[in-house]
């Protein structure tokens, strides 16, 4: 694969064009290239060629440490089915340059064959040889250590430099005990095992070596008592020659094979106190990190590294799920912003959340702990804030829902309700309204958030009010509207029967009606006020101006019915009843000789005593229940003038005209009968 750092990032997730080509899930990538940079398709490839970004823990990572030219390469290949160079007998140089890592075959190992870290064979290069043990060290769960077995005991051979390297890197990095988590394997590989030494004795030199070369080491403050096996497991195997015996040197790979793959294996390598714990879609930034720190020879320290990895990747992780979330929440604004109520907000929210919450766990909850839980409410309160919009959008439309409805349902229960009724209709349709609204409201409040709406509900509540005493207020004024209607058309009828048999005592007999009339309706005012739940004050008061205005109307309806014209008809059919009819009530038919001067003279002054009746309304009688009736501000008497002198002398006047005409009319009958 060609090293182009841009290319991956160019690309994004997309597949480069090299790993499109990297069909082969063994395909293998230079993570170090010879110039030491760290190759940014680590990433993808993880994602990509090998798959196993989503595996987690569920992973393991082996290297491969030892002398150019000792069949490493070879036995890897053999080993894990990977594809890594292997040097060609006739051109004797060297093949792997840096660091290379490929996926094993059939199985979630990372192997990293790691360039011959032979420093005083490639004599310019200790330093590398330092530095990709430490990676090493930092990222593998095993170390193979490959050697002929000719160069066991030999201490002084490259081996032993390789290995007190080794050694010297991995105290640097876990200096600090109580960070160290677990230990790291180191298997030695014995190649070319054709001597008759047996494995133990082999593996005893080899031992007794790294007895050796831990002892002479220099270790740090604090750790001077620390013993090898604080920090390392051994195991040791060995493989015959593999050109001289092919076949059994394929069947003893073979068998080493299961010791990489079946965890039930006596000795199987991958012990879980050997996993680093970096979570595999993180372990390419935690490996560039790892890698940053050691070119630049400053200090490293993995559980700082672990936690700013963790961070990373958190908010990486973060940052992509509230992509996917704002993206679903998309479809709820709409409605939303419409004013519209969306039904189950807050369920549907939650799952939102709740998908969020569960992708950002199950991503990010092998990280570092207490980064993930910072990281995590972080997360949540990013999601409730982008939430708490929709809330308060909801929360606004559900109280313009309420009012509306509140009208709405108002309007319904009024028009199949009775009067008396009212004021209960009123308040359950509120406290529904406002039951509704709280419930509604609080279903779309989520856990783990410290949203409210008492201010909305007050708010609410007030409108309602509002819209009660309108209503209220509307329905007073069509009360009082119809007493008024209804005690004047009462007015109307006894006025008149009173007043067209006018009478003395008959200004008394009205004002008795009036009284009995208003009774009556004043106490269906008090019931329905009362019923409408109008305060006593408020009650009095509407009293009072229903009477005066019951008083005012009583007043104009006897004035419409003492104008002239009327007064006038009024006395006329008065004066035919009196002259026209006999006492036994029979139309009179005057014939010669009938008292016509007589009869029309005594009906003539029975008339003349009536019309002073009507000088004015006369309150005789009922003056202090007056005064005690109307308000004190109200002047009663001023209102009871109805005929003045010169109108009595002028009505006087034109009844004369009138009887007169009636006397000459029946005068006339008896001539004409005479005549006859
Ligand atoms: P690396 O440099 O350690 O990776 O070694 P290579 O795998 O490239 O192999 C170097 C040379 O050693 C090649 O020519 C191989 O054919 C040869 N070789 C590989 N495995 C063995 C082995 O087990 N015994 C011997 N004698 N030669 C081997
Ligand atoms: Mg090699």
């Not at 001597?195 to 790294?210: C, G, R």
């Not at 963790?310 to 409605?335: M, T």
């Not at 208003?518 to 009072?544: C, F, I």
């Amino acid at each position: 694969a060609e090293f182009s750092p841009r290319a991956a990032q160019r690309n994004g997730n997309l597949l480069s064009p090299t790993l499109a080509a990297a069909q082969d899930p063994q395909t293998q990538l230079q993570v170090i290239n010879e110039d030491q940079d760290f190759n940014q398709e680590f990433n993808d490839y993880m994602r990509h060629v090998w798959h196993l970004a989503d595996s987690g823990f569920d992973y393991n990572l082996v290297a491969v440490f030892g002398s150019q030219s000792t069949g490493k390469s070879t036995l890897l290949n053999r080993l894990f089915g990977t594809q890594f160079a292997v040097m060609h007998e006739e051109q004797r140089q060297q093949t792997t340059k840096g660091i290379w890592i490929s996926k094993g075959q059939n199985m979630n190992v990372l192997i990293m064959d790691v360039e011959g870290t032979d420093g005083r064979e490639r004599g310019e290069d200790q330093e590398f040889e330092r530095k990709s043990a430490l990676f090493s060290l930092a990222t593998a769960e095993v170390l193979i250590v490959n050697m002929w077995e000719n160069m066991v005991g030999l201490y002084n051979g490259a081996n032993m430099g390789l290995l007190k390297t080794v050694f010297e890197v991995n105290l640097q990095l876990f200096h600090d005990r109580n960070s160290r988590k677990g230990k790291t394997l180191l298997l030695f590989v014995i190649r070319d095992h054709v001597s008759k030494t047996s494995l133990d004795s082999l593996a005893e030199a080899v031992q007794q070596d790294l007895n050796r070369i831990w002892s002479e080491l220099s270790k740090p403050e604090g750790l001077e008592q620390c013993v090898i096996g604080d920090y390392f497991d051994f195991m040791f195997t060995s493989l015959p020659h593999k050109l001289l015996q092919q076949d059994n040197f394929n069947r003893q790979v073979d068998q080493l094979r299961h010791r990489f793959m079946d965890p039930s294996h006596p000795a199987y390598v991958f012990k879980s106190e050997y996993h680093k714990r970096i979570p595999a879609d993180g372990f390419p930034k935690y490996a560039e990190s790892i890698w940053e720190k050691i070119v630049t020879n400053r200090d490293l320290d993995l559980p700082t590294q672990q936690e700013l990895l963790a961070q990373y990747r958190c908010d990486e992780i973060a940052s992509a799920v509230f992509d996917a979330f704002a993206e679903a929440i998309q479809s709820l604004k709409p409605p939303l912003e419409a004013g519209r109520v969306v039904d189950n907000l807050g369920t549907q929210m939650d799952d939102h959340r709740r998908t969020a919450l569960a992708h950002f766990d199950k991503n990010a909850g092998r990280y570092h702990s207490e980064v993930y839980q910072r990281k995590r409410r972080e997360h949540l309160a990013k999601l409730n804030s982008e939430l708490h919009l929709l809330f308060l959008a909801q929360v606004k439309n559900l109280a313009k829902q309420s009012v509306r409805q509140f009208r709405e349902s108002l309007k319904q229960r009024l028009a199949m309700t009775t009067d008396q009724d009212f004021s209960t209709v009123i308040v359950s349709a509120k406290a529904q309204a406002l039951d509704q609204f709280n419930e509604q409201a609080r279903q779309a409040i989520l856990d783990e958030t410290e949203w409210a709406f008492t201010a909305e509900a007050e708010q609410l509540d007030q409108e309602l009010q509002l819209i009660t005493d309108q209503l209220k207020q509307e329905e007073l004024n069509r009360l009082m509207r119809r007493l008024e209607k209804s005690v004047q058309n009462q007015y109307t009828d006894a006025v008149s029967s009173v007043l067209n048999e006018p009478h003395t005592g008959m200004w008394g007999e009205l004002l008795s009606q009036f009284f009995a009339i208003n009774e009556s309706k004043e106490q269906l005012l008090r019931k329905r006020a009362t019923g409408l739940q109008v305060p006593t004050e408020e009650l009095d008061q509407l009293v009072t101006q229903f009477r005066l205005v019951a008083w005012e109307a009583f007043c104009q309806r006897i004035h419409d019915d003492t104008s002239e014209q009327m007064m006038l008809v009024r006395l006329r059919s008065c004066l035919e009843d009196r002259f026209r009819y006999d006492d036994q009530g029979l139309p009179r038919v005057w014939k010669p000789g009938d008292d016509i001067d007589g009869q029309f003279n005594k009906a003539k002054d029975s008339m003349s005593q009536l019309i002073p009746l009507f000088n004015r309304i006369d309150i005789e009688g009922y003056d202090l229940k007056l005064d005690d009736y109307l308000p004190a501000s109200f002047d009663v008497r001023e209102s009871l003038e109805l005929l003045t002198a010169g109108k009595q002398k002028e009505l006087a006047k034109r009844f004369k005209r009138e009887a007169d005409a009636l006397y000459v009319e029946a005068k006339r009958s008896v001539v004409a009968t005479t005549a006859r």
